[in-house]
């Protein structure tokens, strides 16, 4: 099973601060990587599929980058509603999540 | 706009069976472009996926799981289906169905718990 490692666990950001979150494979994983938002009492939602192709309808301030085992998720400048639970998924062999990092407000 | 609806029991007695199932309107589930899935999330902990199946029938579940899962398509009624046998409080959780690999879209979840 691949294990994908998220950090920080916590991230403390302000509004209009640029946000770097990680997400390290535990074998290469090539391009099949994927990131979700989810906020509470929501389903997740899809921000980022392979690796760096931003899903429909997602603003461009989120972006992603990397590939083999190591990725990152940039948020340019953070927005009020960006403040939530951050998972990354891969699917190269069989399909895992990452534990999750969660952004919240300074 | 593809939407996706969980339904089924939020209670099931230990060492009994849950069963889903999640109605997708908007879209077909006899699209040979997207396979469909089931996902957990045990209250306060992380994701999990369950495993998923094509139109044609095929499926692939998680290797933890395998042994109790079983997902199912009905595309006449534009459906698809989880069951997961001798449950214990260990499968209490909020349960999606999404579409695809990549799920770019969700059913709202449905919590259940496994309870007597």
């Known amino acids: 099973e691949i294990v994908l490692t998220q950090s920080p666990a916590t991230l403390s950001l302000s509004p209009g601060e640029r946000a770097t979150l990680s997400c390290r494979a535990s074998?290469?994983?090539?391009?099949?990587l994927a990131w979700y938002q989810q906020k509470p009492g929501q389903a997740p939602r899809l921000l980022i599929y392979?690796?760096?192709n931003r899903a429909d309808g997602i603003p461009a301030r989120f972006s992603g980058s990397g590939s083999g085992t190591d990725f990152t998720l940039t948020i340019s400048s953070l927005e009020p509603e960006d403040f939530a639970v951050y998972y990354c998924?891969?699917?190269?062999?069989?399909?895992?999540f990452g534990q999750g990092t969660r952004l919240e407000i300074k | 706009q593809v939407q996706l609806q969980e339904s089924g029991p939020g209670l099931v007695k230990p060492s009994e069976t849950l069963s889903l199932t999640c109605t997708v309107s908007?879209?077909?589930?006899?699209?040979?472009?997207?396979?469909w899935s089931w996902i957990r999330q045990p209250p306060g902990k992380g994701l999990e996926w369950i495993g998923y199946?094509?139109?044609?029938?095929?499926?692939n579940y998680n290797p933890s799981l395998k042994s109790r899962v079983t997902i199912s398509v009905d595309t006449s009624k534009n459906q698809f289906s989880l069951k997961l046998s001798s449950v214990t409080a260990a499968d209490t959780a909020v349960y999606y169905c999404?579409?695809?690999?990549?799920?770019?879209?969700w059913g709202q979840g449905t919590l259940v718990t496994v309870s007597s």
């Open positions: 074998q290469s994983v090539s391009s099949y």
């Open positions: 908007g879209g077909s589930v006899s699209s040979g472009s997207y396979y």
């Open positions: 392979d690796a760096s």
């Open positions: 998924q891969q699917r190269s062999n069989w399909i895992t």
């Open positions: 999404a579409r695809d690999l990549f799920a770019d879209y």
């Open positions: 199946i094509y139109y044609s029938g095929s499926t």
